[in-house]
């Protein structure tokens, strides 16, 4: 998963003039920089760059340009193609015999065998390791044993990954996982040479990885540095020089620096500066559909919203939100009222199901006092929205709801924004469960899957279910859909899982979000990928 949204700059936040200096990086980057770089705008990842432990946007970036796995998904389709898989083979959905491919290596020199893959997702699986993303290894045979629920473990890796050959190896799933070989090419999956496991420490100061890119430096709170690999095997190799990734706390700085030539990237152009991006960049404006989807989580950690009466006050609240007039007024029509959990780039065969919500997400102020009254009020009286202040344009969009929240209950402190200052200390309060109201729950996918839509976040105990919402129907019809080897009965089953969430209104669906970036005339061929992320390795510099 990744916690869809941005950045933060830490130490050099104080003024823009810094950008081109001091923290823009102006020897290597921006406008005026070094030859062949590209600089982007960033916001530092939540944890150290390690391929199971980063599950959010920021981090996720720099991951698809060191590593390469068994899998990528197309920039421009979004299809799982093989990437350094020759072959993953299957006869019942269960049992993968999985080749890799020769002659790939890591940038040190280190050939990429079967066991680099195993070794690295023994590891992300260890409960000892603590990785975020292992929930990913969660289908794979002995899971329970190297990463129980509760207690110690009994192992130290998973009975069912077993290293065949050099360049071959098999996986034993727990369950039937008909597309489990599309999910292959989420970062948590890539191999990690030997000198992650011999010097840990050394190997997160400076990440070594398989991608067309290296690490050169990286200065948390400034700038992460990452050069060509020339020495890259792949096909997709970087069409330049390399890539200044400049951490921003505020991404009206950003576009500051960009459109005063000091930055030749933004991925995030702020909500504010959308009237004006045409006449500001031309066609080197970016509006284009992503695989995200915003929603509003609750904390059902909290008691007070975890009562039988607590799904209609959730439903009123969804019914209270005006989202035409939102999308319209503050986002320019760079977002679309959303009607289910899942986004428009699946498409319907893919799982996106338009109109699922029904009334839920239609704006009914009327309809929403009553639900809410007769869900026994709000708890405490007042609704507090918590959303990172840092980037985003997140203020903008949670005072319009509690605006539109205020109107529809008639009561003008029902709803309040609750800013935390850094997308890091946002992360870190939800993690830590200290959430006492709604919080914002973007998500971008992992891979093109209805699936990465419901079950990482809905899911009993799934790894970005922020909320700890938790139910058996939904969980059960997931299980199937998973099994299911005809794609659109697994589609019809997904979908059925989904009306459970919409029933009890696990989470409120606000709106699918397109991908929007801005580009200097000193690059080309600048595009973003349909989960809204920079195809960094095609960017030319003039």
């Known amino acids: 998963m990744r916690g869809a949204t941005h950045a933060k700059w830490a130490a050099c936040a104080v003024a823009v003039a810094l950008a081109a200096t001091a923290c823009g990086g102006g020897d290597s980057g921006g406008g005026s920089g070094a030859s062949g770089i590209v600089s982007s705008s960033w916001g530092d990842p939540q944890n150290p760059l390690e391929p199971a432990n980063t599950n959010e946007v920021q981090g996720g970036k720099v991951l698809d340009m060191l590593f390469r796995g068994l899998k990528r998904y197309d920039p421009k389709t979004g299809a799982a193609k093989d990437m350094l898989a020759e072959k993953i083979e ?3 959905s269960t049992s993968f015999t ?4 020769d002659g790939w290596t890591f940038s040190n020199g280190e050939k990429v065998t079967a066991k680099s893959f195993v070794d690295a997702w023994n590891y992300g699986a260890n409960l000892k390791h603590n990785q ?3 929930y990913f290894f969660g289908y794979i045979e002995g899971y329970d044993k190297t990463h129980p629920d509760k207690g110690d473990a009994s192992a130290e890796t998973l009975s069912g990954l077993k290293v065949t050959g050099e360049r071959t190896f098999s996986v034993k799933l727990n369950q039937k996982f008909s597309t489990w070989p599309d999910t292959l090419g989420y970062a948590a999956f890539a191999p990690l040479p030997r000198a992650f496991f011999d010097n840990h420490s050394a190997w997160l100061s400076k990440p070594i990885g398989n991608g067309p890119y290296t690490v050169n430096s990286y200065t948390k709170g400034s700038k992460l540095e990452m050069r060509k690999w020339d020495g890259y095997p792949g096909t997709d190799k970087a069409q330049n020089g390399g890539v200044d990734l400049k951490v921003y706390t505020d991404n009206n700085t950003a576009y500051t620096d960009l459109t005063a030539g000091n930055l030749d990237l933004v991925d995030d152009v702020p909500a504010s500066q959308l009237k004006n991006v045409k006449a500001d960049l031309g066609d080197r404006y970016i509006n284009t559909p992503a695989g995200i989807i915003q929603t509003l989580a609750f904390p059902y950690y909290d008691e007070a919203w975890n009562t039988p009466g607590a799904a209609k006050v959730r439903k009123g609240l969804s019914m209270a939100i005006n989202r035409e007039q939102i999308t319209d007024t503050i986002f320019q029509k760079t977002r679309t009222p959303a009607t ?15 109109g699922l919500c029904g009334d839920a997400c239609k704006y009914d102020p009327a309809g929403a006092k009553k639900l809410v009254q007769e869900g026994g009020g709000i708890p405490g009286g007042q609704v507090k929205i918590s959303y990172n202040a840092d980037t985003g344009s997140h203020k903008e969009w949670v005072d319009a709801i509690c605006n539109s929240v205020n109107n529809a209950l008639g009561n003008d402190k029902a709803c309040v924004g609750n800013p935390v200052g850094t997308f890091a200390d946002f992360r870190n309060q939800i993690t830590q469960n200290k959430m006492s109201g709604p919080f914002r729950a973007g998500w971008q996918m992992d891979y093109p899957l209805v699936q990465n839509f419901l079950q990482p976040l809905y899911y009993t105990n799934a790894s970005s279910n ?6 058996a129907e939904f969980d059960k019809l997931v299980n199937e859909a998973n099994a299911e080897t005809d794609k659109a009965k697994a589609v019809d089953l997904f979908q059925k899982a989904e009306e459970v969430l919409r029933d009890q209104m696990g989470a409120i669906p606000l709106w699918y979000q397109n991908g929007s970036a801005g580009y200097s005339t000193r690059v080309s061929n600048v595009a973003l990928n349909p989960f809204s992320v920079p195809v960094y390795n095609e960017i030319k510099v003039s």
């Open 90 to 92: 299957t006869t019942d």
């Open 340 to 354: 289910d959990w899942t986004s428009p780039v699946l498409g319907a065969d893919g799982g996106y199901k338009a």
């Open 466 to 471: 922020d909320g700890k919402w938790t139910n």
């Open 132 to 134: 975020k993303n292992a």
């Open 98 to 101: 999985i080749t890799v491919k």
